[in-house]
């Protein structure tokens, strides 16, 4: 099994407030994604990443960036939080196998912002 | 417009039954179809998943069955546990994965 690190768990903050959530993974894996999902919905892709260097927008039009440096590390940043990025944050890397892709979540993050 | 449809938000069964998750989709390039469990507070956990060009797939108690013509794609799983309790989703990939709503699961002793 990927290990794959989130923090915060929870974040709670103020509107305005520029925020950076993290992610890290220990498997060496290249592709890296974020989603976003609120209860009761499906998951919306905001961003993905091929490696280093490579950042992709999702399908989910998004006020935050991504940055990936080091292949373990893919921080998404909300430079100025609003109440409508109260969610929860999923990461997640992937693994090409047998089955076809593979993906690996962390534990997410709950966003909220007051 | 929504290209994964689950459209049973909830499913009640009894300890030891089966459970039977659906799940539609639009487009006819998806290639692999995926279920993931996802418990409160917790990010989706990989169960199972199927080849376009296959029909069936079995791991242990879980298995997924695809009727292209339909497109429409089911997991089964039995005997059900209580510990099956979560909500499933039901995922679909052109080069990146599309997910559905999600149907709550619940198995009562």
């Known amino acids: 099994e990927a290990d794959i690190y989130q923090t915060p768990r929870y974040l709670v903050i103020g509107t305005g407030k520029k925020i950076t959530l993290e992610c890290s993974q220990t498997?060496?894996?290249?592709?890296m994604y974020w989603y976003q999902q609120d209860p009761g919905m499906e998951l919306h892709l905001i961003h993905y990443?091929?490696?280093?260097?490579?950042?992709e927008k999702g399908d989910l039009s998004s006020e935050s960036t991504v940055s990936r440096i080091r292949t373990e590390h893919f921080p998404l940043t909300l430079e100025s939080a609003r109440p409508s990025h109260t969610s929860q944050y999923l990461c997640?890397?992937?693994?090409?196998?047998?089955?076809?892709?593979?993906?690996?979540f962390g534990s997410g993050t709950q966003l909220s912002v007051l | 417009d929504q290209q994964v449809k689950q459209n049973s938000p909830s499913l009640s069964v009894q300890e030891g039954r089966i459970s039977i998750l659906n799940c539609d989709y639009t487009n006819s390039m998806f290639d692999y179809f995926l279920w993931y469990k996802k418990y409160p507070a917790e990010g989706p956990t990989f169960l199972i998943s199927?080849?376009?060009?296959?029909d069936k797939n079995e791991d242990g108690r879980f298995t997924v069955f695809l009727n292209k013509s339909a497109k429409h794609l089911s997991l089964h799983i039995v005997p059900s546990q209580p510990g099956d309790s979560a909500v499933y989703f039901c995922?679909?990939?052109?080069?990146?994965?599309?997910f559905g709503k999600g149907t709550m699961l619940l198995v009562s002793p």
């Open positions: 990443s091929y490696g280093v260097n490579s950042t």
């Open positions: 995922a679909a990939r052109t080069g990146t994965l599309t």
């Open positions: 997640a890397s992937s693994e090409m196998g047998t089955a076809g892709e593979k993906l690996f």
């Open positions: 199927i080849s376009s060009i296959k």
């Open positions: 498997m060496g894996h290249d592709k």
